[in-house]
């Protein structure tokens, strides 16, 4: 008898730049990486889109009336830049993350081996805009074409976290997924099921995944190992998930591989 | 000419259980650790001793008054449990968080090889009871016999993060002070001095250190490298510290020191 078959699941937004650090871990698409590096394992990946709240949870409070259990607050909101409950402001120490954040970035940057830059004015423009479109967009590749939700998820993180790029006009979404290479009239396809019941609905329903897992923020990893079930939040918890994995952790980007490269 | 010397600064509380890992971690108390395995570097350790007041912020607000810019928050709030701003009650969403750290806490005390473990009521009793008379302790051994300090804060994790043991009592400090290796004469000596203004002026003035540094939870570890100077949050930022200092991050428990043990 075969080892059961271990399955992770990601939850992420590609608002998220931390979400992007999991998403290339996991998929040791940059060089490999502990999971997937020199062993292989039999892990399967599912990719799940999952609408980061936590951008959305203040401004877009509209969009989470579809859940019945979670109308008083975002579902993903612990790390939420503006806080879910009514008559709160945003917290007087977000500014001290926020400044956090920009520093270690480019730190992070190095580490992972991951063209991550933030944008100019991210905690303005880009939050204020968010992402519900471009992860609509994705929940529809996923259901149709899910071998390509890999790429264009990345050239969308590119746009907005590697080139300061706008990406909720429909041309910016589509020139993601062509980059990706999607041909125009395959993209334009998944375009016009942004605004359609099932794939809203679709968005809803993994959202929701998320958070019966007991998630709180993103990226959100969920392991499936030996019969058990564990919740990972974070970029940081990798190492982590290695030693759950039974895996040998590398580093984001293990040595040997990256000297190949 | 010798390189140029490399500092570590680690704040942290007693009543932190990650501010335990990162602790254990920096100092390779347990088996070494990727920081100061195989290869010896060239970084002095400074222990500073910061109270959490991401623990106190809501209950403890009057030992806020003493920091004029920081009347209407605690300094290190943005982990708060109980949010700093008055009208505010506890984040819907905390309750998620707080059962996040249960569940993961057992997984890293088999990664990290640290004998943490979850106080049955920790977020009841533990969080009200806080940790300022043990912080202040901790202050004046820091003050006085600084070579003591590692040893009495393991001993007071070890009381609330190990055996769900109270550190509040003056008899159970000092019994943690004894079991570090204090005499009772020395140990009564500094919890005589928890009331002074000497102590409680230098336990504020550290959590103000971490404040100037950008410090928002705790553990904060501040590295000073070649002559620059970077402010990490977490017990997960380990593998970056590493990076930054040029050393292979071996895990918090390098195999081959592990092996030794």
Not at 9 to 23: A, K, N, T
Not at 44 to 66: M, P, T, V
Request: glycine fraction near 8%.
């Amino acid at each position: 008898m075969g080892r059961a078959p271990r399955i992770l699941e990601l939850f992420y937004d590609v608002l998220s730049p931390y979400s992007w650090l999991g998403f290339e871990v996991t998929r040791g698409s940059h060089g490999g990486s502990g999971l997937q590096g020199p062993v292989q394992i039999p892990t399967s990946l599912e990719y799940e889109a999952a609408i980061a709240a936590c951008f959305n949870g203040w401004d877009h409070k509209r969009q989470w009336s579809g859940f019945p259990s979670l109308r008083t607050s975002c579902p993903l909101s612990t790390n939420c830049l503006y806080s879910p409950l009514p008559g709160n402001k945003p917290l007087a120490m977000v500014p001290r993350k926020g400044q956090y954040m920009f520093k270690e970035i480019p730190l992070l940057k190095q580490l992972f081996q991951v063209p991550i830059s933030v944008p100019r004015d991210f905690f303005g423009e880009s939050v204020k805009k968010g992402s519900v479109n471009a992860m609509r967009f994705l929940t529809a590749v996923s259901m149709e074409q899910p071998e390509m939700l890999e790429k264009v998820s990345r050239e969308l993180w590119m746009r907005v976290w590697s080139r300061d790029e706008d990406i909720t006009e429909s041309q910016n979404i589509l020139a993601a997924a062509e980059k990706a290479g999607m041909s125009t009239a395959q993209a334009q396809h998944f375009l016009e099921k942004i605004p359609t019941e099932p794939v809203k609905n679709k968005l809803r329903e993994t959202t929701e995944a998320a958070c019966k897992y007991g998630a709180f923020g993103l990226p959100t990893t969920v392991a499936h190992v030996d019969g058990k079930t564990y919740m990972l939040f974070g970029s940081d918890r990798m190492e982590l998930l290695a030693y759950l994995l039974g895996e040998k952790w590398m580093g984001p980007v293990p040595p040997t591989l990256n000297a190949r490269l």
